[in-house]
T-cell receptor, first 113, second 114 residues
Framework: NAGVTQTPKFRVLKTGQSMTLLCAQD?????MYWYRQDPGMGLRLIHY???????AKGEVPDGYNVSRLKKQNFLLGLESAAPSQTSVYFC????????????FGQGTRLTVV | AQSVTQPDIHITVSEGASLELRCNYS??????LFWYVQSPGQGLQLLLK??????LVQGIKGFEAEFKRSQSSFNLRKPSVHWSDAAEYFC????????????FGQGTTLQVKP
């Protein structure tokens, strides 16, 4: 019973490098989300998707891109990493109604040096 | 705009003592409110949620929360804290519109003394 799986779990990037974070869910959820967690700021929404082939900006989208080519996968890309993107990234999925539970992955700790 | 405030960044309680974590929200209509817990190195797990009805909601692990509309609060409580409750706790409000988005508070880190 995997739920939401994120890969990788840890990564160190140099400034200017690119990378993709992968999120996979096996609950057939329509909605998926990428959040970043920074000390003292809680979780902030980067991008989200309300279904396969759709994406939308969240609260802090700058410097990130996303794709949802398959319903079960939601990719977060950093084209040119910056130290300000050092954070813990969480993927979540839900059935989409705002009264339902969101299920979270275990997070990806990214350090940009 | 919706917002969530958790006034206490860090709380320390002794094992066996009672616990109350504060959460205040700003929202124009009846809010959808959640409490999540994050254990070290883990993702977030839902403790409980409030949508309507009884203002005292029960959750997992012996937690409960009370919705008080007059105070715009949704405080989390537990009668007797266990060492395994040490974690970070997040209060969140559901964003209006059918997107399932959440707005989180800053989080409260709970330390439990033996």
């Amino acid at each position: 019973n995997a739920g939401v799986t994120q890969t990788p779990k840890f990564r160190v990037l140099k400034t200017g490098q690119s990378m993709t974070l992968l999120c996979a869910q096996d609950m057939n959820h329509e909605y998926m989300y990428w959040y970043r967690q920074d000390p003292g700021m809680g979780l902030r929404l980067i991008h989200y998707s309300v279904g396969e082939g759709t994406t939308a900006k969240g609260e802090v989208p700058d410097g990130y891109n996303v794709s949802r080519l398959k319903k079960q996968n939601f990719l977060l890309g950093l084209e040119s990493a910056a130290p300000s993107q050092t954070s813990v990234y969480f993927c979540a999925s839900s059935s989409g109604q705002w009264d339902t539970e969101a299920f979270f992955g275990q997070g990806t700790r990214l350090t940009v040096v | 705009a919706q917002s969530v405030t958790q006034p206490d960044i860090h709380i320390t309680v002794s094992e066996g003592a009672s616990l109350e974590l504060r959460c205040n929200y700003s929202y124009g209509a009846t809010p959808y409110l959640f409490w999540y817990v994050q254990s070290p190195g883990q993702g977030l797990q839902l403790l409980l949620k409030y949508f309507s009805g009884d203002t005292l909601v029960q959750g997992i692990k012996g937690f409960e929360a009370e919705f008080k509309r007059s105070q715009s609060s949704f405080n989390l409580r537990k009668p007797s804290v266990h060492w395994s409750d040490a974690a970070e706790y997040f209060c969140a409000v559901g964003v209006s519109g059918n997107t399932g988005k959440l707005i989180f508070g800053q989080g409260t880190t709970l330390q439990v003394k033996p």
